[in-house]
DNA sequence: GTTTATGCAAATCATTTGCATACGT
DNA sequence: ACGTATGCAAATGATTTGCATAAAC
């Protein structure tokens, strides 16, 4: 995890103007580890400053996106995609009923393609979603069975 | 792949009626291993048939994937989630540029969590996708560095 | 002082919903 | 005949855009 400093030590190295906004919206994802939506950064952000506009938190995510120290998260089923600002090479594990998204720290090192399997691409990195039920929807699901 | 008749007796099965619609997706769906967003199977079906709206596109798609039989793929970047017949354990190869994607048809059998990595999670399967920039996008970038 | 960011409102795009009609079984 | 699927139009929800004002450098 990045700290405070180091994400805004890379807007100023990118020339990109450090706001009161900028600066609340890095405080929240900093200390939010639970791959946010926008909505939920958006939401954070309203209770500090309830001023800004959801546009300048799009804006600040993409921003951020570009500069490489968040990464986007996707989450088929619920709308709108997640945001994680753990840069490190790290895996997800994502309940396919409630959503509910773990990161797994561990690192996959033996995963690489044959560069026949890469077809010519530059490959940067790769990611492991393991797809599995969390153990609160086993049971909501065991007890929806009962009740058949 | 899957073919078509054994979508078709898939949909016998579950009850579902056989539609031309459902057919004439099914059979595009067969044919197109490029992970179509839900647009561009609409295009494709209103060529042939010029009255299917997209209501029956969602429609069927939504079903085919509750059955098992369709898989969405995410394609972050890009609006529009996409599809995939390809119902077998298989990974991915993203261009982050132009978001063309590749399957990676091998296995990777050594990706297993260890219980407490799982955190009693019931896995089901992984899913693994390398993100990188493929050939044509490597010279796009380069003439376009070369251009500043 | 210059450049960039903000916030508002309107526009856009993907997807969903309600419902009357048409069709497959 | 029955029950489901279709297609339309309207609703929704997330995201983007244009632009005048305000703030950071």
Known sequence: MESLETLLSVLRQNHLKITPQRRLILE???DDASHPTVDQVYQQVITVMPNVSRTTVYNTLH???ALGVLIEVQDMGAGGGRYDTNASQHHHLLCTHCHT???IER???ELELTPVEACGYRIARHQ???YGVCPCCQQ???SQEESI
Do not use: H, R
Request: no cysteine.
């Open 28 to 30: 929240i994802l900093v």
């Open 63 to 65: 921003e951020l996106v």
């Open 101 to 103: 998204l773990l990161d």
């Open 107 to 109: 690192d996959f090192p």
């Open 128 to 130: 492991v979603t393991f």
């Open 140 to 142: 909501a699901l065991a």
